[in-house]
C-alpha cells in the first residue's frame, strides 16, 4: 500500500513539473511573439490547459472550466 502511495505521489509532480516547464516555454513564447501571441503560442496553452487538468484538485477531478468568451 505504501509502495502504490509513494508511487501516485511521484506521478503527480512528475505532472506538476511538466506543467511548470511548458509554463516556462509558453511566457518565452509570450514575450518573444509579442502581439502575435494569440495565434502563434496557442498550442502551448492548449499543452498547458491539458496538463495542469487533474492537478491538485483533490480526486483526480478538475474544476469546471470558466465559460468562453468570442
Not at 511548458?22 to 498550442?43: A, D
Request: charged share 25%; aromatic share 8%.
Amino acid at each position: 500500500m505504501l509502495e502504490i502511495r509513494e508511487h501516485l505521489v511521484r506521478e503527480k509532480w512528475i505532472q506538476i513539473e511538466k506543467a511548470k516547464i511548458i509554463r516556462e516555454k509558453l511566457k518565452w513564447c509570450y514575450c518573444v511573439e509579442g502581439i502575435n501571441h494569440l495565434q502563434t503560442c496557442r498550442h502551448l496553452v492548449q499543452q498547458y490547459l491539458d496538463s495542469t487538468r487533474g492537478i491538485g484538485w483533490g480526486q483526480g477531478r478538475s474544476p469546471p472550466l470558466p465559460p468562453r468568451v468570442s
